[in-house]
């Protein structure tokens, strides 16, 4: 099973800052088969990037993921008020699936 | 715009059966290029894979997991189920349904998702 930690657990930055997630992986996610989730409370998580990098259907450009192997980045480049909630990435390169623990962005 | 709705009892009583069901629309359940899959949450914790199941009725399950779950689905009322038997309250939490979009055999990302159903087990 491929554990996944997210870093930090917290980020607190004021809108209009750049936002800078970290998933690590315990092993080389195949195919960079890494995907991002916003889950704000109450709410249905939404997807935001899929195989790294590419952008969901909807999302805004200023959502953006990089990496590849066992490093994975999601970067929001000008935070917005409503991007606060928690991130979190997923790999699907192999079963089982597995979530990391989650980034929780707070808007100052 | 497909969309995903979770039903079922918001409290069950420990050794009894959970059973929850996810509801389709704008979208057939039928198609092979998606999947179909439970996720859990406990609470304060991050999310947890339970399982998934394909039109042709295939189905995974996470290997972490006991072997209490039973995912089934009915195409005729574009729904798709969760069974857990024996429950105790360490299965107490939301519980997410979704679509996966398949990238290799059994795994995939998931898009869009239900809002979440809690489930509190407590006698």
């Known amino acids: 099973e491929i554990v996944l930690t997210q870093s930090p657990g917290t980020l607190s930055l004021s809108p209009g800052e750049r936002a800078t997630l970290s998933c690590r992986a315990s092993q080389s996610v195949r195919f960079s088969y890494l995907a991002w989730y916003q889950h704000k409370p109450g709410q249905a998580p939404r997807l935001l990037i899929y195989d790294a990098s590419s952008g969901a259907t909807g999302i805004p450009d200023r959502f953006s993921g990089s990496g590849s192997g066992t490093d994975f980045t999601l970067t929001i480049s000008r935070l917005e008020p409503e991007d606060f909630g928690i991130y979190y990435c997923?790999?699907?390169?192999?079963?089982?699936?597995?979530f990391g623990g989650g980034t929780k962005v707070e808007i100052k | 715009q497909v969309q995903l709705q979770e039903s079922g009892p918001g409290l069950v009583k420990p050794s009894q059966t959970l059973s929850l069901t996810c509801t389709v629309s704008g979208a057939s359940i039928s198609n092979d290029n998606f999947f179909w899959s439970w996720i859990r949450q406990h609470p304060g914790k991050g999310l947890e894979w339970i399982g998934n199941?394909?039109?042709?009725?295939?189905?995974y399950y996470n290997p972490s997991l006991k072997s209490r779950f039973n995912i089934s689905v009915d195409t005729s009322k574009s729904q798709f189920s969760l069974r857990l038997s024996s429950v105790t309250a360490a299965d107490t939490g939301v519980y997410y349904c979704?679509?996966?979009?398949?990238?290799?055999?059994?795994?995939?990302?998931?898009?869009?998702w239900g809002q979440g159903t809690p489930v509190t087990v407590s006698s």
């Open positions: 997923q790999q699907y390169g192999s079963s089982p699936l597995t």
């Open positions: 979704a679509r996966g979009r398949i990238a290799v055999p059994a795994t995939g990302w998931f898009d869009p």
């Open positions: 199941i394909y039109n042709s009725g295939s189905s």
